[in-house]
C-alpha cells in the first residue's frame, strides 16, 4: 500500500494550500492577527507533506515497484541504484512533484526564516507563493499524477532514457528547478507589495537574499548543463542555443537584471516600478521555461518530457498568474512614487545601464526563440530558423557593451559620478588589456580577427574586478597589513560582487578562446597509429569490448603524450544498452587549465579502422569555473551582515567605505 | 629543492602549451560529425564549406547544424555544399541553391526581408525603446523633485546636524 500514503500527501497538500492561501490574506484583509500566523505553520506543513509524498516515490523507485505506472515507465529493475534515484526526475510526472517539493520547500524557508518580516507581509508572500503551489499540485493531481497504479503488474520495467543515464541528471535538473522555482519568491513579494502598498528599501533587502539563491542554483543549474552537453554527444556542446538552453537562459539574464535593479532600490530607493516588474516578469519567464520544455512546441533536444495536452494547462497557469501580476502592476504601480535624484554618470546610471542591455538581451532571446513558431503560424506552413550564427550575432553584439561597461560601474559613486576619474583608476586595467589584444594577435596568426578583442574583454572584466577590490582596500597606497585588515572588514557583499563579475571575465576568456581556437584532427586510424594534435601526440592503443551494468561498449584506448611523457589514457567509447538497443557516444577527455584533449570513437571502416574525431578546446574549463566563480561571489553576498540581521536600514558600511 | 624544480618544470612544460596552443593555426568551426572522407584537400576549399556548413540546418535534426550532426541527411548536405565548391559556385550561390531545393528553412541565420523584420530589427528597436524611457523617465524625475525640493528645502538639515546624523547612523555599527 505504500504508494498510496504518498498519493494522500500530495492530496492533503492540495487542500492545505487551499488553506494556506486563503485564510492568511484573508486575515490581512481583516488584520485578524491569529488567522496571519497560520500561513507559517501551514508552510511547514505543507512542505513536511510534500517530501513525505516525494519520498515515497522515491521508495518506489528504489524497490522498483513496477505496479506504479510511472516507476515501469521509466525505469528497470537492472538500472544502478543512482539512476534508480536520479531516475525519479528524469521524466515528466516525477519532475513535476520535484518542482512541486522545492516550491513549498521555499515557502517553509520564509516561514521559518522570514522571522523579521512584518506579519502581513509574510502572511501575504505566503498565500501568494501557496497559490502557485495549488495550481501546480492540481496541475499534478489531474493530468501529470505518478502515483497511478497498473494491473497486473508488468514483470519489468522499460528503463530510463539512456542519454539520461549519466551522474550529471542527479545535479542538474534538481538546480535548474531551485533556481526556477526560487524566482516564485521574488513574484511572492513583488506581489505582496503591490497588495500591500509597500515598496521601500526594506522591501527591497527582504527580496535581494531570495533572488540571489536562486540566482545561484539557476547559475549553477546551467553551467552542469552545459557541462553535460559538452562530454555527452549529439547535444551540440557546451551552448548551442536550444529552445529549451534559452528557456534557461532567459530567466537568469532577468534574474540577473533584478539582482542589480534590487541594489539601486535597496541602497537609493530608485527603480522601484522597474524593479517589481522584473521580479514579475523573471519568475514568468521560469513558467514560460518550464511549458516550452513541457509542451514540446519547440522542436529540442530536451524532448524527453513532452505531452502538448499538458502544455495547455500550464500555458492556462502561465496567463493567470503573468496576466493578474501583471494587471495589479498596472492598477497599482501609479501610486509608486520613485525618489532618488541621480545624475546619468553615476552608479545608478551603470546599473540602469546594465538592466536595459540585459533585458534587451532577453527579450532578444525570447524573440529569436519564439519566431519561427509565429511565422509558421502567421504564415500558415512556412518554416523558418532561428539558430546559433543568428543568436552569436546579436546576444554577442549586446554582451559587448555590457562587459565594457562592468568594469566601470563599481568605480562611479552614488547619485553623481566621474567617468574619468573612474577610467583613470582602471589605467592599469586598460594597459593589461591593450597588451593581451596585441599579444594574442601576434601569436594567433590565423582565427576570426575579432578574437583577440573578444579575450582581451575576458581579461579587462577579470582585472578590472581585482582593481576595484584593490582601489577599496587601499592597495599599495597604505601597508600590505592594513589593506589585509580593511580586505577583512569589506561588507561580504562588495567582495562577492568582485568575486561574481571576476567570474564573468573567467568566462567570457573561455567561450572566445575555445570558440576561436579550436583545433581539431578528424581522421581514420587503426590501432598502433598515432597523431598530433596542438603539440599533444596520441596513441591509438587498442579496442575492447566492456560491459557495463546494463550497457555493451566498444571501449577505445587512447595514450596522450605531451612532450614525450604520458599524460593520460582515454576511453571514448560507444554504448549500447541491453534494454532500448540505443547506443551513445562518450567522449575521453583530458582536462586541463589550459585546454581540453577531447577524443570520439567514430564508426568502425571497413578496412579495420576507425573514425577518430580528436579536438583541443583551449581554456574550455574557463566556462564552468566562471560559472562556479560567480555562484560563489553570490554566496559569499549572501553572507552578508546585513541579509543575515535583515533589519531594514540603511547600508552604513558600504557608505563609508564609498566616502573615503 | 626538487620541489621548485617541480615546479619550475610544471610551468615551462605549460608555458610551451600554452604557447603551441597560441600557435595552432585554426580558423575551423567545430564540427562534431564531418567524416574524414568528406574533407576537401584544399584546406581554403575546407573552411569555407565549413563554415557554410555552420550556417545550415540538419533538416530533421533539432537545431544542430550540419556540421555537427550525424544524420544521413547532414551528410549528404555537407558532400553536396562541398560538391557545389568544387564545381567553383560562391558562397552564395550555395546558399541560393540549397534555399531553392530545400526552402529557406535550412538557415540558421534567416534572411534579412520582410518576413524577418521584426526578428532583425527587434533588437535595435528594443535598445532605443529602453534607452529613451530611461531618458524620458529621468528627465520627468528631475522635474518633479526640482518642485519638491524648493517645498522642502525649508526642512532640510543643516550642516552640522547632518554631521550630527552620519554620527549616529555610523556609531550603531558596533550595536550588532
Given at each position: ?192 507589495a503591490l497588495l500591500?502598498k509597500r515598496t ?72 522601484k516600478v522597474w524593479?517589481i516588474l ?48 501583471l494587471a495589479l502592476f498596472a492598477i497599482r504601480s501609479g501610486s509608486i512614487s520613485d525618489n ?321 | ?136 523617465v529621468?528627465?520627468k524625475q528631475?522635474?518633479s ?32
Amino acid at each position: 500500500m505504500g504508494i498510496e500514503i504518498g498519493h494522500f500527501a500530495l492530496i492533503s497538500a492540495l487542500i492545505i494550500s487551499v488553506v494556506q492561501m486563503v485564510v492568511p490574506y484573508y486575515g490581512v484583509l481583516k488584520s485578524d492577527l491569529r488567522l496571519m500566523e497560520l500561513a507559517a505553520p501551514a508552510a511547514v506543513f505543507q512542505f513536511a507533506l510534500l517530501f513525505i509524498s516525494f519520498l515515497t516515490l522515491v521508495y518506489a523507485y528504489i524497490t522498483s515497484d513496477f505496479t506504479v505506472e510511472n516507476v515501469f515507465r521509466n525505469s528497470h529493475s537492472t538500472k544502478p541504484l543512482i539512476y534508480k534515484l536520479s531516475g525519479v526526475w528524469g521524466n515528466h510526472e516525477g519532475s513535476m512533484l520535484l518542482w512541486l517539493l522545492i516550491l513549498s520547500s521555499f515557502s517553509a524557508a520564509v516561514a521559518v526564516y522570514g522571522r523579521n518580516l512584518p506579519i502581513s507581509m509574510k502572511a501575504t508572500v505566503l498565500s501568494v507563493q501557496s497559490s502557485i503551489a495549488f495550481a501546480f499540485a492540481l496541475f499534478i493531481i489531474f493530468t501529470s499524477n505518478p502515483f497511478v497504479r497498473i494491473s497486473p503488474a508488468p514483470y519489468d520495467g522499460k528503463g530510463l532514457n539512456p542519454i539520461l543515464q549519466d551522474p550529471a541528471l542527479a545535479l542538474h535538473p534538481p538546480l535548474l528547478y531551485l533556481g526556477y522555482v526560487g524566482f516564485s519568491l521574488a513574484f511572492s513579494f513583488a506581489v505582496a507589495a503591490l497588495l500591500e502598498k509597500r515598496t521601500d528599501a526594506a522591501w527591497a533587502r527582504w527580496v535581494r537574499p531570495w533572488t540571489l539563491i536562486a540566482w545561484i542554483f539557476l547559475t549553477l543549474g546551467i553551467a552542469i548543463g552545459s557541462w553535460w552537453a559538452y562530454y555527452e554527444l549529439g547535444w551540440g556542446g557546451w551552448w548551442f542555443w536550444d529552445p529549451v538552453e534559452n528557456a534557461s537562459l532567459m530567466p537568469w539574464l532577468s534574474g540577473t537584471a533584478l539582482l542589480h535593479s534590487a541594489l539601486v532600490m535597496e541602497k537609493r530607493a530608485a527603480l522601484k516600478v522597474w524593479t517589481i516588474l522584473l521580479a514579475i516578469l523573471t519568475f514568468s519567464l521560469s513558467l514560460l521555461g518550464t511549458f516550452l520544455v513541457r509542451s514540446g512546441i519547440l522542436s529540442s533536444v530536451h524532448a524527453f518530457a513532452v505531452d502538448p495536452e499538458r502544455g495547455i494547462f500550464i500555458l492556462l497557469i502561465i496567463i493567470v498568474f503573468t496576466g493578474g501580476s501583471l494587471a495589479l502592476f498596472a492598477i497599482r504601480s501609479g501610486s509608486i512614487s520613485d525618489n532618488g535624484l541621480f545624475a546619468p554618470i553615476s552608479r545608478e546610471g551603470s546599473l540602469i545601464l546594465n538592466n536595459v542591455l540585459l533585458t534587451v538581451s532577453c527579450g532578444v532571446i525570447l524573440i529569436g526563440t519564439l519566431y519561427p513558431l509565429a511565422y509558421e503560424t502567421i504564415s500558415g506552413g512556412d518554416k523558418l530558423s532561428v539558430g546559433a550564427p543568428y543568436f552569436d550575432l546579436v546576444f554577442g553584439s549586446l554582451m559587448a557593451p555590457l562587459l565594457i561597461a562592468l568594469p566601470l560601474g563599481p568605480f562611479l559613486t552614488w547619485k553623481r559620478g566621474d567617468v574619468i576619474a573612474a577610467s583613470q583608476r582602471l589605467l592599469f586595467t586598460g594597459l593589461i588589456t591593450m597588451l593581451t589584444i596585441v599579444m594574442v594577435a601576434a601569436l594567433v596568426q590565423r582565427g576570426p580577427w575579432l578574437a583577440p578583442v573578444g579575450f582581451s574583454l575576458g581579461i579587462w572584466v577579470m582585472s578590472g574586478a581585482v582593481q576595484e577590490l584593490f582601489f577599496r582596500v587601499n592597495m599599495g597606497k597604505t601597508s600590505l597589513n592594513n589593506s589585509l585588515k580593511r580586505l577583512m572588514g569589506l561588507p561580504r557583499s562588495m567582495c562577492g560582487t568582485s568575486i561574481a563579475h571576476f567570474g564573468v571575465g573567467l568566462m567570457v576568456l573561455g567561450i572566445v578562446a575555445t570558440s576561436a581556437y579550436r583545433a581539431e584532427n578528424i581522421l581514420i586510424m587503426k590501432t598502433g597509429d598515432q597523431t598530433k594534435v596542438a603539440g599533444h601526440r596520441l596513441v591509438f592503443r587498442k579496442v575492447q569490448q566492456q560491459n557495463g551494468p546494463n550497457y555493451n561498449s566498444l571501449v577505445g584506448y587512447f595514450d596522450v603524450y605531451w612532450s614525450d611523457s604520458k599524460v593520460a589514457t582515454l576511453n571514448p567509447s560507444k554504448r549500447t544498452y541491453n534494454v532500448s538497443s540505443q547506443t551513445t557516444t562518450e567522449a575521453g577527455i583530458h582536462a586541463s587549465l589550459f585546454g581540453d584533449v577531447y577524443v570520439v570513437l567514430g564508426d568502425a571502416q571497413k578496412t579495420n579502422g576507425f573514425t577518430v574525431r580528436i579536438y583541443f578546446n583551449p581554456f574550455v574549463r574557463f566556462i564552468w569555473i566562471g560559472a562556479l566563480v560567480m555562484s560563489l561571489g553570490g554566496l559569499i553576498s549572501l553572507s552578508d551582515r546585513r541579509f543575515r540581521i535583515g533589519a531594514p536600514q540603511r547600508s552604513r558600511n558600504t557608505k563609508l567605505v564609498l566616502s573615503e | 629543492m626538487s620541489g621548485s624544480k617541480k615546479i619550475l618544470r610544471f610551468i615551462s612544460a605549460h608555458m610551451a602549451l600554452l604557447v603551441a596552443l597560441l600557435m595552432v593555426t585554426i580558423g575551423f568551426l567545430s564540427a562534431e560529425a564531418v567524416e574524414p572522407d568528406e574533407v576537401i584537400e584544399d584546406p581554403r576549399l575546407e573552411l569555407r564549406a565549413r563554415n557554410l556548413s555552420a550556417e545550415l540546418r540538419c533538416l530533421v535534426c533539432q537545431n544542430q547544424s550540419i556540421n555537427d550532426s550525424n544524420a544521413p541527411v547532414a551528410r549528404d548536405l555537407r558532400l553536396l555544399v562541398r560538391e557545389r565548391i568544387i564545381l567553383g559556385d560562391s558562397d552564395a550561390a550555395v546558399i541560393d541553391y540549397l534555399v531553392a531545393r530545400y526552402g529557406e528553412f535550412i538557415l540558421l541565420r534567416p534572411r534579412f526581408g520582410w518576413h524577418t523584420l521584426l526578428l532583425w530589427i527587434s533588437p535595435l528597436l528594443l535598445l532605443v525603446f529602453g534607452l529613451l524611457l530611461v531618458g524620458f523617465v529621468v528627465s520627468k524625475q528631475k522635474k518633479s523633485s526640482k518642485n519638491v525640493a524648493s517645498n522642502t528645502r525649508a526642512h532640510s538639515l543643516s550642516a552640522s546636524e547632518q554631521q550630527r546624523l552620519e554620527r549616529l547612523l555610523s556609531s550603531d555599527r558596533h550595536l550588532f
